[in-house]
């Protein structure tokens, strides 16, 4: 009875590892789907594969290794980072710091207009038709929120 328990469990720890590793595979055949949830011929011969290698005693790295040297590195979901790769994996990076330094350097120049076209003020120096429009835009409150007038007041024309 516990030798048979042992199989068991021996075959429930394949099968979940062989659905681990299959969920990150992808099929070669659909491209979009893994070869866990593929019916292609070629992922049903993956998932035996998988299967097979975990009986003799491979590891996943092992594994993966076999499957990425017979099938290319487009073959797992999740690419390694090397040299090859960096531009891939560092884009959204650098595109967040060059928006974020944009940003910062707009902000900063918009502020340091500001504090310029005061400083002239003071100083008697006339301003520019639109650094007068930019300064009566900043220095003009906005309207009040949430104030509007009631259909009654609108009827009766006032």
């Known amino acids: 009875m516990e030798n048979k328990n042992d199989e ?28 866990e949830d593929s019916q292609a011929d070629i992922a049903i011969l993956l998932r035996k594969l998988i299967r097979d290698e975990i009986q003799t005693g ?11 040297d017979e099938y290319g590195e487009t073959v797992l979901y999740a690419p390694k980072f090397d040299l090859q790769t960096a531009a891939l994996w560092l884009s ?16 900063h120049k918009q502020r340091t207009n500001v504090h310029i076209m005061a400083l ?9 038709p639109k650094e007068k429009e930019t300064m009566l835009d900043l220095l003009t ?8 007038s009631s259909l009654w007041s609108r009827w009766l024309g006032r």
């Open 8 to 35: 068991v469990k021996k075959r429930q720890i394949v099968e979940a590892r062989a659905r681990n590793i299959s969920h990150n595979v992808r099929c070669t055949e659909c491209g979009s789907q893994s070869i």
């Open 58 to 68: 491979k590891s996943d790295k092992e594994i993966y290794k076999k499957l990425e």
């Open 120 to 128: 002239n003020l003071v100083r008697g120096v006339p301003l520019t």
């Open 141 to 148: 409150p906005p309207p009040p929120q949430g104030v509007t």
């Open 92 to 107: 959204p990076l650098l595109f967040a710091g060059t928006a974020a330094g944009v940003w910062a350097y707009r902000r």
